[in-house]
């Protein structure tokens, strides 16, 4: 039995990016997955019989998730885990400069591009979501661009996969749902398609469970 619990909802967001670091080093792991019904969260729904996290939100270290449960305690906060299991795993580079870079980019991915969607996505007028959505539009394509300058090859650090492409990936495909609009520069896509074809990350994403971004 694995020794790898990850608690979430039945949602990709903030989750996904630890699930994918998972396969990608060829892990088993449990995924926990929850439906929601607390506010202000949105509804998450989920399979006939899945627990509710309004049950078990006080078992949480901050009553947040995602949470990694590992050799009998509980972790939080995405980035930390998934950096974690990047470096227990492989996932984080050869040496310390390649490490700062992989930090980088997946900082990058998921503070200032995700971080915006999530914003706009839950912006709860409409004067606030043309805001966030005409500076998302002229910010994040800079910030894409930037991010595929500092790749080195196939792969951001070159032909080694790593937590950086995962993260780029990710929040890829979270761009997608949330701002369609958005151009993604071509040498980013490329990294993306690199990523999605190797192969426990290609059989992963032809098996996974239909669910919200």
Same mark, same amino acid.
């Given at each position: 039995?694995?020794?790898?619990?990850?608690?979430?909802? @039945?949602?990709?967001?903030?989750?996904?990016?630890?699930?994918?670091?998972?396969?990608?080093?060829?892990?088993?792991?449990?995924?926990?997955?929850?439906?929601?019904?607390?506010?202000?969260?949105?509804?998450?729904?989920?399979?006939?019989?899945? +627990?509710?996290?309004?049950?078990?939100?006080?078992?949480?270290?901050?009553?947040?998730?995602?949470?990694? +449960?590992?050799?009998?305690?509980?972790?939080?906060?995405?980035?930390?885990?998934?950096?974690?299991?990047?470096?227990?795993?492989?996932?984080?580079?050869?040496?310390?400069?390649?490490?700062?870079?992989?930090?980088?980019?997946?900082?990058?991915?998921?503070?200032?591009?995700?971080?915006?969607?999530?914003?706009?996505?839950?912006?709860? @007028?409409?004067?606030?979501?043309?805001?966030?959505?005409?500076? @998302?539009?002229?910010?994040?394509?800079?910030?894409?661009?930037?991010?595929?300058?500092?790749?080195?090859?196939?792969?951001?650090?070159?032909?080694?996969?790593?937590?950086?492409?995962?993260?780029?990936?990710?929040?890829?495909?979270?761009?997608?749902?949330?701002?369609?609009?958005?151009?993604?520069?071509?040498?980013?896509?490329?990294?993306?398609? @690199?990523?999605?074809?190797?192969?426990?990350?290609?059989?992963?994403?032809?098996?996974?469970?239909?669910?919200?971004?």
């Amino acid at each position: 039995m694995s020794d790898l619990t990850l608690h979430y909802f @039945n949602v990709r967001a903030k989750g996904e990016l630890i699930r994918l670091v998972l396969v990608a080093a060829g892990q088993e792991f449990v995924d926990k997955r929850y439906a929601n019904t607390l506010p202000p969260l949105p509804e998450v729904k989920g399979p006939s019989g899945m +627990e509710d996290w309004a049950d078990h939100k006080q078992e949480m270290p901050l009553g947040q998730m995602p949470v990694l +449960e590992f050799e009998g305690r509980k972790f939080c906060q995405q980035g930390a885990i998934a950096r974690f299991l990047a470096k227990k795993f492989g996932l984080m580079g050869d040496n310390l400069m390649e490490e700062f870079l992989v930090d980088m980019v997946q900082e990058t991915m998921w503070t200032d591009v995700g971080g915006k969607l999530i914003q706009y996505n839950f912006a709860n @007028n409409a004067d606030a979501k043309k805001i966030f959505k005409e500076e @998302n539009e002229k910010m994040i394509p800079v910030v894409l661009s930037n991010v595929a300058s500092w790749a080195k090859g196939k792969f951001v650090l070159g032909s080694k996969l790593s937590l950086a492409d995962l993260a780029i990936m990710d929040v890829c495909k979270f761009m997608e749902t949330l701002a369609p609009e958005i151009v993604v520069p071509e040498a980013l896509k490329k990294l993306r398609q @690199n990523a999605e074809a190797e192969e426990r990350i290609a059989d992963y994403l032809a098996s996974r469970a239909e669910c919200p971004p």
